[in-house]
């Protein structure tokens, strides 16, 4: 379906708007542009100059309009990749055409939809259904959906349909069931929240494979408890798949290898003003879960169907995103140097805020914020030989994937002047992780500084610096961002791999660029080049290749 054909379905929507009466219409656009150059100053390790892709003006736009009316909502949303998609997105999302559709009606007691709808059930392990463009991930459910709330303590859920994958629906059919009861309103509890969710979640997928040890339909359980008292908080979750079909390499079925997949994680916590401490403890055993089997394993998240994030720090600075830990939730049998069959571990955060007119606070106060994480694989036995097989110890440490430490200590000097410092010291086990080789011990020190010349205009200037015993080496690392009003600011940015032992190597990365906000609409431009590495939102990732060129993206919202 073309542009123009697509604009048709959504005129009508927007002229019927026009009347008040009739409801009203909200919606957005978004157009991320990519003009790919060749940079013979970028050189990769087999010493060739970056070049740009056949067609190299590429663009990923969207379109979506939704309109309103009393307890009625129906949407559409256009997506147009032109001439193709951004580097290594989905090779599936090609041309123009609609995306995604939905009807639904809503009430206090009662919402159903029909059509591309989104959803997860608890924490996501089991089932969870969204969009993230940065990722290029959309795997919405096509079908029907079904909430009923008889009482303000009890809600059910139900779910049917068949998986978005590109511009068509993935060749399986998924069933879902979740309800969840509130004790703490039937118990009419002051300072306590409670409440208990269990959900089932199916996925029938017929193969080809003759005589099948497997069946069809792979069933899900899982059951969560969630409580909150004054500043104490606790959840958990325990998440069981049924035996299916062990898939280590993507599309190749093992039906000599049937197994199981489970799930636990706890999270508790405690917070009052000026302190917090949140601790996570998660345990993954084969939990790759596909809407099609020989799904896992690629590198888009294509036809994913649980939600299953990376617990450690988010770090918004460049150099501490270079080795970035992503979950290991798949059976990997590849030799007795390379096993795994998920992970287990967790992460810790303690945040202090130290009082003003204390003898650490100072006179406007002082932040500091700690976090741990370590990530290993399940310990076991494991037989790597023909028949291959494994059992895992519950509690069982095998090798070692991850480990950070971080410290971020934040300071306001006047109310014109702030700073932050950060440590980070990181172990990656590239081998376990991204299965290639080699293990790196990295510490990475940032330090930056904001000045404010008046509540819209200020200053910023980061500097960065990595050791590494492995891999690229040494980086270094700056950034000054310049906001001149609440409309207008500008950056320039660049990361520099100084230490690399192939000379050839020791590139820069450098990117120019600024932004323009009025009122809904946001325009950004940049110039540079992409370091190839990992982009990741909210603990999942997506692999983008080294690259130069010219970056334009345009949101508004209306």
């Not at 970028?42 to 309103?68: A, C, G, M, W």
């Not at 639904?104 to 924490?123: H, L, M, P, R």
């Not at 888009?300 to 830990?325: C, E, G, W």
Request: charged share 20%; with cysteine; proline share 2%.
């Amino acid at each position: 379906m073309k542009l123009r054909q697509l604009l048709f379905l959504l005129i009508p929507i927007t002229l019927f708007s026009q009347e008040k009466e009739k409801g009203n219409v909200f919606g957005g656009f978004e157009s991320n542009s990519q003009w790919y150059l060749n940079d013979t100053g970028l050189i990769d390790e087999f010493q060739n100059p970056t070049s740009h892709p056949e067609n190299p003006l590429r663009t990923n736009s969207y379109l979506f309009v939704n309109y309103k009316y009393k307890n009625w909502t129906a949407g559409i949303q256009g997506e147009a990749y032109e001439k193709n998609a951004l580097l290594n997105m989905n090779p599936k999302y090609v041309g123009t055409n609609v995306a995604t559709y939905f009807i639904q009606y809503k009430n206090e007691k009662i919402d159903v939809t029909a059509g591309y709808f989104y959803e997860q059930f608890g924490s996501g392990l089991l089932y969870r259904s969204w969009e993230d463009r940065a990722l290029g991930i959309n795997n919405a459910l096509r079908g029907g959906r079904f909430i009923y709330k008889p009482t303000k303590y009890l809600v059910f859920k139900s779910i049917y349909g068949q998986q978005r994958t590109g511009f068509d629906v993935a060749n399986s059919k998924i069933y879902g069931l979740d309800t969840e009861i509130t004790l703490s309103d039937i118990f009419k509890y002051n300072t306590t929240n409670l409440s208990l969710g269990l959900t089932y979640v199916g996925r029938d997928e017929k193969t080809d494979i003759e005589n099948p040890k497997f069946n069809s339909l792979t069933n899900g359980f899982a059951g969560r408890l969630n409580l909150t008292h004054n500043s104490f908080y606790l959840s958990s979750e325990f998440d069981y798949k049924s035996k299916d079909a062990v898939v280590q390499v993507t599309d190749q079925i093992d039906n000599n290898l049937i197994k199981p997949g489970s799930a636990v994680i706890l999270n508790l916590g405690y917070s009052k003003k000026g302190f917090g401490i949140d601790g996570t403890f998660r345990r993954l055993e084969n939990m790759g879960f596909f809407s099609e089997r020989g799904a896992k394993g690629n590198s888009y998240n294509d036809r994913i169907m649980n939600f299953i994030p990376s617990l450690t720090k988010q770090n918004h600075y460049n150099l501490a995103n270079i080795y970035v830990y992503q979950a290991q939730p798949n059976v990997i049998l590849a030799d007795k140097d390379l096993v795994k069959a998920g992970e287990i571990g967790g992460q810790v955060d303690l945040f202090y805020d130290f009082k003003k007119g204390s003898s650490l606070g100072g006179k406007n106060g002082m932040k500091l914020a700690f976090n741990f994480s370590n990530w290993n694989a399940l310990g076991g036995t494991f037989y790597i030989y023909n028949p291959q097989d494994y059992k895992t110890d519950f509690l069982g440490f095998g090798k070692r994937y991850f480990t950070d430490y971080n410290l971020e200590v934040t300071k306001k000097w006047n109310a014109k002047w702030q700073s932050i410092f950060s440590y980070s010291n990181q172990y990656y086990n590239k081998k376990m992780i991204q299965e290639t080789a080699g293990e790196v011990n990295a510490s990475i020190v940032a330090a930056e500084a904001t000045y404010k010349f008046n509540s819209t205009k200020s200053i910023r200037v980061v500097g960065e610096h990595l050791w590494a015993d492995h891999d690229k080496k040494n980086w270094a690392g700056g950034t000054v961002e310049m906001n001149l009003n609440s409309k207008l600011s500008f950056f320039l940015s660049d990361l520099y791999n100084y230490g690399n032992e192939l000379d050839y190597m020791r590139n820069h990365y450098y990117n120019i660029g600024g932004a323009f906000r009025k009122n809904s609409t946001r325009i950004a431009l940049n110039y540079g080049r992409q370091r190839g590495g990992l982009v990741c939102v909210g603990g999942v990732c997506r692999y983008v290749p080294e690259s130069s060129g010219l970056a334009l993206s345009l949101n508004t919202s209306f």
